[in-house]
């Protein structure tokens, strides 16, 4: 099993930057493949970027493609998503989830969640 709580959400103006970190506690971290989801309000889940066990693999959505950079350091059990050129349609509730083995972008394949931390961009 593996624990997860995130951090670094905040309050954040357009074209600002925030950066997100999770810790991870149990299971050896190494072992999974990590990821960043996010749910605004009234909408479903959806994938943001993902990054495989080694740190080599790191699928982005469209929507935040060179804006957005994920990073592991499994000797610190910690990922993190640096968020810049914050833009409104950012805002949301920021996951990060844990699997084990291979990268997917499904959020259904995430067996462990963190509680989430909020992200909102104003204008």
């Known amino acids: 099993q593996v624990q997860l709580v995130e951090s670094g959400g905040g309050l954040v103006q357009v074209g600002g930057s925030l950066r997100l970190s999770c810790a991870a506690s149990g299971d050896t971290f190494s072992n999974y493949a990590m990821g960043w989801f996010r749910q605004a309000p009234g909408k479903e889940r959806e994938f943001v970027a993902v990054i495989s066990q080694s740190g080599d693999d790191t699928p982005y959505a469209d929507s935040v493609k060179g804006r957005f950079t994920i990073s592991r350091d499994n000797a610190k059990k910690t990922i993190y998503l640096q968020m810049n050129s914050l833009k409104p349609e950012d805002t949301a509730v920021y996951y990060c989830?844990?699997?084990?083995?291979?990268?997917?972008?499904?959020?259904?394949?995430?067996?462990?969640w963190g509680q989430g931390t909020q992200v909102t961009v104003s204008s």
């Open positions: 989830a844990a699997k084990l083995l291979l990268t997917t972008t499904l959020a259904t394949r995430y067996k462990y």
